[in-house]
Structures are given as structure tokens and as C-alpha cells.
């Protein structure tokens, strides 16, 4: 083997990887989407590590097996979102580091979430370990996690039918309440002022809303008579309602609960914009940190929306910055919102939109893909921004170069690598910059 490295891919962590390789005077192949002759052609030279950087874990996965069969012997870096599929490729190539942009991403993004003051912040165990800086440099410590109020988790659990958050919901919803009031309504009527008992009184009202109607018997009140025939016209309306209501939550996702532990939390809640991968692994970081958490999708069809519903995030599609929709979700109330989708201007739009609906609300922006998001920060101050291009970038730029870090962490545009050590329990940071992402322009090089 020598000194040189090959890159593979178009995203912009490629670049900088690339980028960040030659400026430690790395020789660096970059290869945009090679065919099986060009990648052996590559590889012929023995570079000594190879990075698989593309946007499609499929052919990521391709890529990957295709370097294995042409040399075992080379170390290779792959990113892949998907957990499943990672596993799997670290299981067949053990010479492979499978790394996901998602989890690198996810404590960052989580720590601000919770407190302002935190770089980071992830699930360890028993504990909680935040990570903050102290002179400048980031200090790892070992917490406990915070405690659940099993009350309000309950109360929310149980009051999820006053919160409705879709039509459907609402229609099933005002069914309902009209039939019951149309029961009640006709129970009292007939006790209090027809001194009907009780249980007659009831099963004349049942036979109301049920549109059987009172029969000849109306207990010798014209007013009654009145009465029963428009409550029957009008749980016909009740009825259609309920029953419309029904069937749009039989067909429908249904991402959110109308009781229990998929309910709109009320308040101290997270709110996820963006369910991809890192909106994903950020929803499910903060639930393991014992946060209340509410996920925002934009696309009805989204691969990720299967499984929420499994995982117990209550979801609403819909579109971030969406003002009634961010009210519907309790903005004024929550802990943050994490604008985490893959379009960073998206993302800008929905922290304009929460801006201006509760200012003193904590945003947290995922960045990394258009260069127009630091101008952006600068005019408007939106929140806290983290470039997830840049953690993927510093973390591969680690691993080819034969450094073993255990996860990377941001301050502004200051990135640390988390490295282990045999003298403390608690995690060591180290500094790591990467190259700006337009340095390198996609050529081959030879």
C-alpha cells in the first residue's frame, strides 16, 4: 500500500473529505460514480483506505461488496443511514467501518434541544452523557437521566381526545360529542321533566339517537314530540360524522393516538421537523433522554412514517412552517424545535415560521448542504445551527487516517473528535478541522 486514499461519491461529505486529505498532503483519487473497470483500475495501486460516500445506501452497498471482491485487504469507510442494512455490511466485511450520518448527527442535535448550554447530549446505559464547554474546550460527563412525571405522562395519555389534530380526527370527534350530547339531552329531559325512571328514560333516549324514535308514547308533551324528531334529524348528521371519522382512522396511518402513549404531548415537548434518517435517530435520542417528542413530515408517503407508529412517536403530516399547524403542536409550550430535513432552506423557513409564532422558543437547525444557511445565521440569528456535512466529514477524515474515534461533536464551526482513553471514565475531545466543502471540484486525479 501507499500514501493515497480513494474517494468515492458526489455529496458534498466527499468533497471534504477529499479536500481535508490533500491538504494533509494525502494523493487522492475522487471518483464520482465509477463502473466495476474503473473501480478495479482504481484500486490497483493498493490505496491505503477507501471511502464509499454516496446518497443511496443501495448502491453504497454495492460499492462496498464490488471493493471487498476486488481486495480484501483494504480498509474501507462506508456511510449508510440505514441501521439495518450497516449491520449487516459490518457483519460481511469485517475490514469495513460502517458509520450513519444519522447517529453521528443525533447527539448534537439533541443537546441543545435540552439546555442551551449543551454540545451534546446522548443515551449511556443508566445515565445521560452531556457534553459542554468549559474554556473553550468540551467536557463529557456522566448524568443522571431526568426524571419522568409519571403523572403528566398519564394525564396527557388520557386527555389525548381533547387535542385533536386533523380533520378526520375532528369530524370522529364532533360525531361523537353530538351524539352523546343528543343522549344526554333526552335522558335528562325525560327524568326531570317527564319524571320518567331512570332506566326507561335511558332506553327511550337510546332509541332517539339510534333514530327508532320514541314511538307513539311522548308522554303527553307536544314540546317532547318536537324535541325528539330534530334531535333524530340531527344525529343522522352526528352519525354520518362518526362514522365518516372511523373509517378515515381504520384507512388512515394513524400516527397519532387519541389515547395513550401516542398522544400530542401538552407541553415540554420537543417538536421534530423532518422524519428522514437524522429526524428519525433525533426523535428516538431524545425519547431514550426521557423528552416528550412530536415528529413533523411534510411527505404523506415517506418510508419513515411506518415506523414511527412503532416506535411511539406521535406524527402529523403536514408542513413545518405551517402556522396552524405549529400552534395545533403547542409551540408556544414546547422545550425546542429541531428543524432536522434534508433541505436546508426547509429548514430556515420552519425556524422563520416558530420564530414568529414564539419568539423566545429554542431552534435547533440541521445545515451541511447549501452554503446560502450561513449567510441566513447571520442576518437572522435563527438558533442553534449544526452542520451534519461536517460531522460525517471529520468522522471519515478520522477513520481513514487511522484514528478511532467513538463519535463527533460541534461548537459553531469547531468540531471534536470523541476519542477513547485508558485514564478516565469520561469521554476525551480532540479538534479536528475539515477543509471548506467547495476545495474540491469532483475531478479525477491520477
Not at 352523546?180 to 339531552?185: D, E, H, I, Q, R
Not at 402556522?323 to 436546508?344: F, H, M
Not at 468540531?415 to 479536528?432: C, N, Q, W
Amino acid at each position: 500500500m501507499n500514501d493515497s486514499y480513494l474517494v468515492i461519491g458526489e455529496t458534498t461529505v466527499a468533497r471534504r473529505v477529499c479536500a481535508s486529505l490533500r491538504e494533509r498532503d494525502f494523493h487522492v483519487r475522487h471518483l464520482v460514480a465509477p463502473d466495476d473497470d474503473e473501480l478495479r483500475l482504481a484500486m490497483a495501486d493498493e490505496p491505503c483506505g477507501m471511502a464509499v460516500l454516496v446518497r443511496d445506501d443501495v448502491v453504497a452497498l454495492r460499492y462496498a461488496l464490488a471493493a471487498a471482491h476486488i481486495s480484501a485487504s483494504i480498509p474501507l469507510v462506508v456511510t449508510i443511514f440505514d441501521r439495518t442494512v450497516a449491520d449487516q455490511l459490518s457483519q460481511l466485511l469485517p475490514q469495513c467501518e460502517v458509520t450513519s450520518p444519522a447517529d453521528l448527527a443525533a447527539p448534537t442535535l439533541a443537546g441543545p434541544c435540552l439546555e442551551p448550554e449543551l454540545v451534546a447530549a446522548r443515551h449511556a446505559g443508566e445515565h445521560m452523557l452531556t457534553v459542554r464547554m468549559i474554556d473553550g474546550h468540551p467536557e463529557g460527563a456522566h448524568v443522571d437521566l431526568p426524571r419522568r412525571n409519571w403523572w403528566r405522562t398519564a394525564a396527557t395519555g388520557a386527555t389525548g381526545l381533547l387535542r385533536s389534530h386533523d380533520i378526520g380526527t375532528r369530524i370522529l370527534l364532533g360525531g361523537l360529542a353530538g351524539l352523546l350530547a343528543v343522549l344526554f339531552a333526552d335522558w335528562f329531559w325525560l327524568m326531570l321533566g317527564q319524571h320518567v325512571a331512570p332506566l326507561d328514560a335511558f332506553n327511550e333516549a337510546v332509541r332517539v339517537v339510534t333514530t327508532v324514535g320514541p314511538g307513539t308514547d311522548t308522554h303527553g308533551s307536544p314540546a317532547y314530540a318536537v324535541f325528539a324528531s330534530v334531535a333524530m334529524l340531527f344525529t343522522v348528521v352526528f352519525t354520518a360524522m362518526f362514522t365518516a371519522g372511523i373509517i378515515e382512522r381504520l384507512l388512515g396511518p394513524r400516527l397519532v393516538g387519541l389515547v395513550g402513549s401516542r398522544v400530542l404531548p401538552r407541553s415540554g415537548h420537543v417538536i421534530v421537523v423532518g422524519l428522514g434518517q437524522v429526524g428519525l435517530r433525533l426523535c428516538r435520542e431524545l425519547q431514550a433522554l426521557g423528552v416528550a417528542v412530536v415528529g413533523v413530515e411534510r411527505d404523506p408517503h415517506a418510508k419513515n412514517l411506518r415506523l414511527v407508529r412503532a416506535m411511539n412517536i406521535p406524527t402529523v403530516v403536514g408542513h413545518g412552517g405551517d402556522r396552524e399547524l405549529l400552534e395545533r403542536l403547542g409551540v408556544g409550550r414546547a422545550l425546542a424545535l429541531a428543524a432536522v430535513g434534508s433541505d436546508d432552506l426547509d429548514n430556515i423557513a420552519v425556524s422563520v415560521a416558530a420564530q414568529a409564532l414564539s419568539p423566545g422558543l429554542r431552534l435547533v437547525l440541521r445545515a451541511g448542504e447549501q452554503e446560502a444557511i450561513a449567510e441566513t445565521r447571520s442576518l437572522l440569528r435563527l438558533g442553534i445551527i449544526r452542520d451534519v456535512t461536517s460531522l460525517s466529514a471529520t468522522y471519515v477524515v478520522a477513520k481513514l487516517i487511522g484514528l478511532q474515534p467513538q463519535g463527533v461533536v460541534a461548537d459553531g464551526s469547531h468540531l471534536y473528535l470523541e476519542v477513547p482513553t485508558a485514564e478516565s471514565s469520561e469521554p476525551v475531545f480532540t479538534e479536528l478541522p475539515v477543509s471548506p466543502r467547495m476545495s474540491c471540484r469532483h475531478l479525477v486525479t491520477t
